[in-house]
């Protein structure tokens, strides 16, 4: 159940543009969205059913559906091109860390520790309410908010990079805290 919620998000993305003809019922396709984004995660976890695949499902579904939606957004001019990519300034930073770490296995710590962080949610929330003030037409709420979702993003990245690099004690090249 908690894979299809999330699988669910990618129909309600490519949807979105036609429901874009009317402000609320965008805003409406975005909630139901976020309701899947919310509930997969605590449905798999609530029924010890929580697993690598599921959180891969989840991840690349909600890349699938905010590139259907800020697509829309932008071509319907309620989004600025800047804006957009202000949004996904946390996946650009998440980029970047699987790029530091292609081919090497993360330590124990690390490989255990991977789950959703304080800023990562919410980077997530910001996003969320960007695309559903784009949609109602709200000028200045939309800028603020891409640029605290911006601001967000840079925190959870740098949250991502300080886990899969624990830091090293001085003088000491490769060792790890214990």
Same mark, same amino acid.
């Given at each position: ?71 829309? $957004?932008? /071509? ?7 804006? !957009? @990519?202000? #949004?996904?300034? *946390?996946? %650009?930073?998440? &980029? ?25 949610? $919410?980077? /997530? ?7 559903? !003030? @784009?949609? #109602?037409?709200? *000028?200045? %709420?939309?800028? &603020? ?34």
């Amino acid at each position: 159940m908690p894979n299809l919620l999330s699988l669910a998000r990618i129909p309600l993305g490519a949807y979105f543009r036609r429901a874009l003809t009317h402000p609320s019922g965008g805003a409406t396709v975005l909630t139901l969205c976020w309701v899947t984004d919310v509930l997969d995660g605590l449905l798999a976890r609530r029924s010890g059913t929580a697993s690598a695949l599921g959180s891969f499902i989840d991840s690349a579904s909600d890349k699938v559906m905010a590139a259907e939606v800020v697509s829309a $957004l932008v /071509t319907t001019h309620r989004l600025l091109p800047h804006e !957009a @990519a202000l #949004l996904f300034t *946390r996946e %650009a930073g998440e &980029a970047v860390v699987a790029l530091s770490v292609a081919g090497h296995a993360p330590a124990p710590e690390v490989a255990d520790g991977r789950h959703a962080t304080a800023a990562g949610k $919410l980077t /997530t929330g910001l996003q969320y309410g960007t695309a559903i !003030a @784009a949609t #109602l037409g709200w *000028r200045r %709420a939309t800028h &603020a908010l891409a640029w605290a979702t911006a601001a967000a993003g840079v925190l959870a990245a740098v949250g991502y990079w300080q886990r899969e690099h624990p830091a090293e004690p001085h003088g000491a090249p490769g060792a790890r805290l214990q």
